[in-house]
Protein backbone atom coordinates (compact mmCIF):
# COMPACT_ATOMS: atom_id res chain seq x y z
CA UNK A 1 0.00 0.00 0.00
CA UNK A 2 1.33 3.35 -0.85
CA UNK A 3 1.63 5.92 1.51
CA UNK A 4 -0.35 8.95 1.94
CA UNK A 5 -0.15 12.50 1.23
CA UNK A 6 3.02 12.30 0.55
CA UNK A 7 3.88 15.66 -1.17
CA UNK A 8 6.44 17.05 -3.42
CA UNK A 9 7.32 20.35 -1.61
CA UNK A 10 5.98 22.27 1.77
CA UNK A 11 2.55 23.75 1.84
CA UNK A 12 2.03 27.90 2.58
CA UNK A 13 -0.02 30.06 2.45
CA UNK A 14 1.32 33.45 2.63
CA UNK A 15 -1.31 35.52 2.15
CA UNK A 16 -3.86 34.39 4.49
CA UNK A 17 -1.16 32.92 7.29
CA UNK A 18 1.77 35.26 6.57
CA UNK A 19 3.85 34.05 9.31
CA UNK A 20 3.23 30.70 8.86
CA UNK A 21 0.58 28.02 10.48
CA UNK A 22 1.92 27.30 13.63
CA UNK A 23 2.45 31.06 14.43
CA UNK A 24 -1.20 32.03 13.53
CA UNK A 25 -2.13 31.39 16.77
CA UNK A 26 -5.05 29.66 14.69
CA UNK A 27 -3.73 26.07 14.76
CA UNK A 28 -2.08 23.43 16.84
CA UNK A 29 1.81 22.54 16.58
CA UNK A 30 1.12 19.51 14.97
CA UNK A 31 -1.89 20.76 12.87
CA UNK A 32 0.62 23.06 11.99
CA UNK A 33 3.23 21.08 10.83
CA UNK A 34 0.51 18.29 8.99
CA UNK A 35 -0.44 21.23 6.58
CA UNK A 36 3.19 22.49 6.23
CA UNK A 37 4.55 18.49 5.61
CA UNK A 38 1.49 17.52 3.96
CA UNK A 39 -0.35 20.10 3.00
CA UNK A 40 0.45 20.41 -0.77
CA UNK A 41 -0.58 17.01 -1.97
CA UNK A 42 -4.13 17.89 0.44
CA UNK A 43 -4.52 20.68 -1.80
CA UNK A 44 -4.02 19.09 -5.12
CA UNK A 45 -6.17 15.97 -4.17
CA UNK A 46 -9.05 18.58 -3.27
CA UNK A 47 -8.72 20.35 -6.69
CA UNK A 48 -8.42 17.43 -8.80
CA UNK A 49 -4.40 17.66 -9.58
CA UNK A 50 -4.10 14.65 -8.31
CA UNK A 51 -5.61 11.29 -7.92
CA UNK A 52 -5.76 9.74 -4.84
CA UNK A 53 -3.13 6.49 -4.31
CA UNK A 54 -5.11 4.64 -1.76
CA UNK A 55 -8.26 4.56 0.05
CA UNK A 56 -7.11 7.22 2.73
CA UNK A 57 -6.89 9.76 -0.29
CA UNK A 58 -10.01 8.81 -1.42
CA UNK A 59 -11.89 8.90 1.64
CA UNK A 60 -10.76 11.97 1.80
CA UNK A 61 -11.45 14.06 -1.10
CA UNK A 62 -15.24 12.17 0.09
CA UNK A 63 -14.52 14.55 2.84
CA UNK A 64 -13.44 18.17 0.91
CA UNK A 65 -16.83 16.83 -1.63
CA UNK A 66 -18.89 17.17 1.83
CA UNK A 67 -20.14 13.51 1.17
CA UNK A 68 -18.43 11.92 4.75
CA UNK A 69 -17.31 13.25 8.30
CA UNK A 70 -13.83 13.89 8.95
CA UNK A 71 -12.29 11.27 10.94
CA UNK A 72 -8.43 11.65 10.65
CA UNK A 73 -5.83 14.02 11.92
CA UNK A 74 -5.26 14.54 8.21
CA UNK A 75 -9.75 15.48 7.26
CA UNK A 76 -9.65 17.32 10.38
CA UNK A 77 -6.61 19.29 9.64
CA UNK A 78 -7.51 20.11 6.54
CA UNK A 79 -11.54 21.19 7.43
CA UNK A 80 -10.12 23.37 10.03
CA UNK A 81 -7.93 25.17 7.34
CA UNK A 82 -10.52 25.21 5.19
CA UNK A 83 -12.40 27.05 7.60
CA UNK A 84 -9.76 29.34 8.97
CA UNK A 85 -9.97 30.41 5.15
CA UNK A 86 -13.65 31.38 5.38
CA UNK A 87 -14.00 33.28 8.69
CA UNK A 88 -13.69 37.15 8.72
CA UNK A 89 -11.10 38.17 11.02
CA UNK A 90 -11.62 41.26 13.55
CA UNK A 91 -9.24 43.53 13.11
CA UNK A 92 -9.15 46.01 15.87
CA UNK A 93 -7.76 49.59 15.45
CA UNK A 94 -6.96 52.61 17.68
CA UNK A 95 -8.97 54.95 15.79
CA UNK A 96 -13.18 55.30 15.77
CA UNK A 97 -15.09 54.55 13.11
CA UNK A 98 -16.28 58.17 12.31
CA UNK A 99 -14.77 59.82 9.53
CA UNK A 100 -13.93 63.53 9.23
CA UNK A 101 -16.09 65.51 7.12
CA UNK A 102 -14.37 66.91 3.98
CA UNK A 103 -12.59 70.31 4.38
CA UNK A 104 -13.11 70.13 8.15
CA UNK A 105 -9.71 70.92 10.18
CA UNK A 106 -8.03 67.81 11.63
CA UNK A 107 -6.99 69.21 14.39
CA UNK A 108 -8.66 71.82 17.27
CA UNK A 109 -7.28 75.17 18.57
CA UNK A 110 -7.30 75.89 22.32
CA UNK A 111 -6.27 79.56 22.40
CA UNK A 112 -4.15 79.86 26.07
CA UNK A 113 -3.62 83.39 27.95
CA UNK A 114 0.39 83.09 28.26
CA UNK A 115 1.71 86.00 30.43
Known amino acids: MQQSFVATRRFFDD ?3 PRGFTRSGRFTLAEGNLLEKHGFAMQQLEQGAREPVNEEEQRFILVCRGEAEA ?5 KTWVKYKQRLNEKR ?3 TVFGKKRIADGADDFSYVET ?3
Open 15 to 17: RNF
Open 71 to 75: SSAFE
Open 90 to 92: KFH
Open 113 to 115: DSD
